[in-house]
């Protein structure tokens, strides 16, 4: 997998990671794994291109997931069924491709 492909799948793991924690303990101070978490996502940010963190964002700020896999030529953000080329493409995993539908980050 392409690594700036791989920084985005793993920031919006270590993303929900961080959102699960905040739910199931709101008002607690962050923990020592919590800050550490948070700053690998500082990181990993810092290695991606501002367009894609700027549209990565849209994604969470609307409390959706913005990476998906493609399972059988179809998006799994919004269940379109992608043109063969562009599955084709995501299924590389060689860069950054988007749903012509819903706009989420596509791999496999
Ligand atoms: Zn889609």
């Keep these: 997998m392409d690594e700036s492909l791989a920084r985005l799948v793993q920031l919006q793991e270590y993303d929900l990671i961080v959102r699960e924690q905040r739910i199931l303990n709101p008002r607690g101070a962050p923990s020592k794994d919590l800050t550490a978490m948070l700053g690998r996502i500082e990181g990993l940010r810092g290695q991606l291109p501002t367009d894609v963190v700027g549209r990565y964002d849209r994604f969470v700020q609307g409390d959706k997931i913005a990476v998906v896999k493609v399972v ?21 995993n060689a860069g ?13």
């Design 72 to 92: 059988a030529g179809q998006c799994q953000g919004c269940f379109f069924r992608l043109p063969t080329g562009l599955a084709a493409q995501a299924k590389a």
């Design 96 to 108: 950054f491709v988007n749903c012509p539908n819903c706009g989420r980050f596509l791999y496999c």
